[in-house]
C-alpha cells in the first residue's frame, strides 16, 4: 500500500480527530498532498490541500476548523479537525496530487 490513512472514527459534534497519511520518501517529496471526503450520495471533494513548500488551501465549509500540514521527516500528511459537524461525516480520502494516487479511505462519523 503506497499511501496508508488512519484516525478515523465516531465523534460527537464539537469534537476532534486527526487524520494521517504515511507514504513513501519519494512520493512525498515529489508532490503536493491533498486530502478529499466523500458522503454518501454525494461525490467525492478537496477538503484541503497543501504544497511541497507548505502552501495551503482549504474548501469553505471546513475553513477555520481543520488545517492540514505535512511533517518532512516522517512523510506524513495530517489533517486536524475541530467543531466537527454532523454534515462532516464522509470516507476522508489522501491522495499525492501530481501522480494521482489515492489511499485508502477512512470513515469519520460525526454524531451524538
Known amino acids: 500500500v503506497q499511501l496508508q490513512a488512519f484516525g478515523g472514527g465516531l465523534v460527537q459534534p464539537g469534537g476532534s480527530l486527526r487524520l494521517s497519511c504515511a507514504t513513501s520518501g519519494t512520493i512525498f517529496s515529489f508532490n503536493a498532498m491533498g486530502w478529499y471526503r466523500q458522503a454518501p450520495g454525494k461525490q467525492r471533494e478537496l477538503v484541503a490541500d497543501i504544497t511541497k513548500g507548505g502552501t495551503t488551501t482549504y474548501a469553505d465549509s471546513v475553513k477555520g476548523r481543520f488545517t492540514i500540514s505535512r511533517d518532512n521527516a516522517k512523510n506524513t500528511v495530517y489533517l486536524q479537525m475541530n467543531s466537527l459537524k454532523p454534515e462532516d461525516t464522509a470516507v476522508y480520502y489522501c491522495?499525492?496530487?501530481?501522480?494521482?494516487?489515492w489511499g485508502q479511505g477512512t470513515l469519520v462519523t460525526v454524531s451524538s
Open positions: 491522495r499525492a496530487q501530481r501522480i494521482d494516487l
